[in-house]
Structure formats: structure tokens, C-alpha cells
């Protein structure tokens, strides 16, 4: 006997009247939130040339991506994968305005390939925004500050935002001595914090027991300002391993200032997406869901 057919895709869903009304309901809270601050809410196209989109996606987004050819021009095309890279393909083309900082908000779905046996959407609504054209410690705390707003509105119990910055740990890694490839591994290793495994990298290389006694500790250095006095006993007068913790510090101390300490993490063990990031990240965490 044949398997049924689904007769929807996998990780896709039908949103009825009840749960359409409060997914619009909760958008438009948040795009709310997102006006108080200056964000401007934009709407994107569902799909692009992925040429032109591909530069400013992660490899692991790319690998994901839907694609199919366009049979007006020969070129292939994308599903939306991603809103950011789309929002930076506006603003390279001179749509956003001249006037800068921009701010940006949006609503959309993006779609990304997703194997079966993992029970992940395929197609996931996004409510977000984008601050663009402005790089100081200020405007990281603005972003870390309204995303602590929106997910208060949201109403989860229980959340924290944990907060790094990938350069004091590309620093170390950049001073060890490993190889391109090592230093590549290295970093994936300490992104999924599979601590076992970046010991065995180091081992590969021939690193001071001390500088490979540092390396390790950084991704389980996670608190409040006694990792940033952790940080700066490591770096000492290093300018490469100082100025990320002093961006980090600076951010710390305005979040502090803007009330919304209690929520806030320093991971200088949070730096997933290296080739993507280049100075403050951060990610958010709840007991509440799975």
C-alpha cells in the first residue's frame, strides 16, 4: 500500500481565521513598538536574483535557499531566505534615502529548505527591523534595548538576552599560531560550544599551555561584569583582544542606563555565524519553549 500524498508541503501551514487575527494582532503591536523608536515599516519582494542576494547571505542560508530559474531572463531566482540582505540590496541601490541612520521595520515570511525528519518550518514568519548606516556603541544598545521591548510585549515569562562580540575570540584565535583551517574549525567548534572538540584542534597546533587554557575558557564565560574583568586580564595591553571588550563594555554600560540590565547576558562565548558577524552579537533564550 502507497504512502498518502500530503496535500501541503512539509513545513508549511494554513492559518485560520482565529489564529490569522492574532498573528496580525501581535504584528501589529510589535511594528508599533518598532514606530515609537523612528522604524518605518517597509514590505519586500518575495523573491530575488540570487546573484545579487547571494553576497550578503550566510553559506548556511544559502545552502538553504529555494531556487528556480526565471524564464524571462535566464537568471535564477530565490525565494526571500532572508529580510536583512534584501533591506541591504534596497539601500546599496539608493532606495532607502540618503539621510543617515535608516530605519527600517518589516513584516514577511522568509523560506528555507528544511529536512524532513527535523520537524522545522520551511516557511517562518518574521516581524523585524533594521538600523543601518550608524556603527557606535550607542546604536548597538538601541537594538538590543527595542528587541528587549518587543519581546516584553510578546509576553514570554522568562527570556535573557545573551550578548558578546565575535573579535575578542577571532583576536586569540588570530595570535595562536593555528593554521587558516585550524583557526576555521576552531571557530566552529566553539560556536556549538563542543568543548571536547576544539581541544583536540588546538592540540593539532603547537600553542603555549596557556594560550590554549584561554581559549577554552572562553566559551563557558558567561555573567555580568566579572566576565569583562575575565576579558580584560586576558587581553592586558593587547589592542586586538581590548578593543572588542571595550565596545562590548560600552554597550554593557548604556544598557545598564537604559533599565534593561536584568535581562542581559555578556557571553564572550556567543559568536555564532563568524563569516557573517563582525563585532556585537547577540541571541535570546526562554525556558518556555523548546
Known sequence: MKPLRSLIPIGTATLLPHTAQSVRRLEDQLLAHCSTWGYQEIILPTFEYLDVLAVGLA?????????????????????????????????????????????????????????EHRGRDR??????????????????AEVVTLLAGLLERIGLPEWKISLGHVGFFKALLAQSGLSL???????IAAAHKDLPQLEKILATGRLSRS???????????CGRDEVLEWGM??????????????????????????GVQDHILLDLGEFRGFDYYDGVVFDVFTSTFG
Not at 586576558?234 to 554600560?253: C, E, F, H, N
Open 59 to 115: 553559506p548556511e542560508i544559502l545552502e538553504k535557499c529555494y531556487k528556480f530559474a526565471d524564464s524571462a531572463s535566464g537568471r535564477i531566482l530565490v525565494l526571500r531566505p532572508d529580510a536583512t540582505a534584501q533591506i541591504a540590496r534596497m539601500v546599496a541601490m539608493g532606495l532607502g534615502g540618503e539621510t543617515l541612520p535608516l530605519r527600517f521595520s518589516y513584516r514577511t515570511t522568509v523560506f528555507r529548505y528544511e529536512p
Open 123 to 140: 516557511e517562518v514568519f518574521q516581524v523585524g527591523f533594521e538600523l543601518m548606516g550608524i556603527d557606535t556603541s550607542q546604536s548597538d
Open 181 to 187: 583551517s585550524g583557526r576555521k574549525q576552531a571557530e
Open 211 to 221: 594560550k590554549v587554557r584561554d581559549i577554552l575558557q572562553v566559551p563557558e564565560r
Open 233 to 258: 586580564r586576558i587581553a592586558g595591553k593587547d589592542s586586538q583582544l581590548l578593543k572588542p571588550l571595550q565596545r562590548l563594555t560600552q554597550v554593557y554600560r548604556q544598557l545598564i542606563a537604559n
